[in-house]
């Protein structure tokens, strides 16, 4: 079974910096695009930054030249870089990933289970 786990979640005070970590998992064939979503009390969930899997990368407005999404496809891994943080940054961070499992003949959308972010002010 593919899944994936974040890590590196954690309390910080305003304009500290995070570095977010997913690990993908189990029976994969192969990535294609992945991406951090994140969802804050009481609010939708919302695109953070995506990653193709030959490096494109596109971000939300509200985190452009603050945050940077890498990741390595030999290691089935992806890391969110969060420079600047604010208050607003407060949130659960979701690592999401389109995967094709070994045997498989399409791709699914596959997320994580969430990784706590707050920033204090």
């Known amino acids: 079974q593919v899944q994936l786990v974040e890590s590196g979640g954690g309390l910080v005070q305003a304009g500290g910096s995070l570095r977010l970590s997913c690990a993908a998992s189990g029976s994969i064939f192969s990535i294609n695009l992945m991406a951090w979503y994140r969802q804050a009390p009481g609010k939708q969930r919302e695109l953070v930054a995506t990653?193709?899997?030959?490096?494109?990368?596109n971000y939300g407005d509200s985190v452009k030249g603050r945050f940077t999404i890498s990741r390595d496809n030999a290691k089935n891994a992806m890391w969110l870089q969060m420079n600047n943080l604010k208050p607003d940054d407060t949130a659960v961070y979701y690592c999401y990933a389109n995967i094709q499992e070994r045997l498989a003949q399409s791709l699914r959308g596959i997320w994580g289970q969430g990784t706590q972010v707050t920033v204090s002010s």
């Open positions: 990653i193709t899997r030959t490096g494109t990368t």
